[in-house]
T-cell receptor, first 109, second 116 residues
Framework: QKEVEQNSGPLSVPEGAIASLNCTYSDRGSQSFFWYRQYSGKSPELIMFIYSNGDKEDGRFTAQLNKASQYVSLLIRDSQPSDSATYLCAPSGYSTLTFGKGTMLLVSP | DVKVTQSSRYLVKRTGEKVFLECVQDMDHENMFWYRQDPGLGLRLIYFSYDVKMKEKGDIPEGYSVSREKKERFSLILESASTNQTSMYLC???????????????FGNGTRLTVT
């Protein structure tokens, strides 16, 4: 059984701070990792993917992957109230994505 | 942009009814998926399909069936709706790549189904 663990939160950060979202996974066969953002009442949207160990940066977002530790994280710099959402981690399996339950992020003005 | 369209945003059905949830994608994606999302339980995969007329069970297929007669359309069927199937249903599609693992999902807007 593949497992994906995320702290459900909420993670509360002030505007302008760095938000750090973490995810651990059990399937060592996972090669790619996706971060989705889901606003309340909306469907998930892809914001980052990473498949190599190390960091991948895209604007204010940085994904970090450590395959040996089976750990992936998402850093959001200069957090904005519009970043308030649930963030879902999804390590890929051989055929499908397995989603974590998500971490709710609240950014206060 | 990929567009995944689910036929209904809100649906209310009675216990025992047969329910059809329709999903259409316009990007010629090979893979299509049905998830349900419940508070505290996250996204759970019901069924997926990687080709026309092909289907695979996900984690929670009981009480559901699917149909994929055309590449762009993937239907979820609740043969006899029950109250525990009240949920948000999300359809998604993705491209088939040489490696499955590099293919992100594109989601529809979801159908909130209430079974009374």
């Amino acid at each position: 059984q593949k497992e994906v663990e995320q702290n459900s939160g909420p993670l509360s950060v002030p505007e302008g701070a760095i938000a750090s979202l973490n995810c651990t996974y059990s399937d060592r066969g996972s090669q790619s990792f996706f971060w989705y953002r889901q606003y309340s009442g909306k469907s998930p949207e892809l914001i980052m993917f990473i498949y190599s160990n190390g960091d991948k940066e895209d604007g204010r977002f940085t994904a970090q992957l450590n395959k040996a530790s089976q750990y992936v994280s998402l850093l959001i710099r200069d957090s904005q109230p519009s970043d308030s959402a649930t963030y879902l981690c999804a390590p890929s399996g051989y055929s499908t994505l397995t989603f974590g339950k998500g971490t709710m992020l609240l950014v206060s003005p | 942009d990929v567009k995944v369209t689910q036929s209904s945003r809100y649906l209310v059905k009675r216990t025992g009814e047969k329910v059809f949830l329709e999903c259409v994608q316009d990007m010629d994606h090979e893979n299509m998926f049905w998830y349900r999302q419940d508070p505290g339980l996250g996204l759970r995969l019901i069924y997926f399909s990687y080709d026309v007329k092909m289907k695979e069970k996900g984690d929670i297929p009981e009480g559901y069936s699917v149909s994929r007669e055309k590449k762009e359309r993937f239907s979820l069927i609740l043969e006899s709706a029950s109250t525990n199937q009240t949920s948000m249903y999300l359809c998604a599609s993705s491209r088939l790549t040489e490696k499955w693992v590099n293919s992100p999902l594109h989601f529809g807007n979801g159908t909130r189904l209430t079974v009374t």
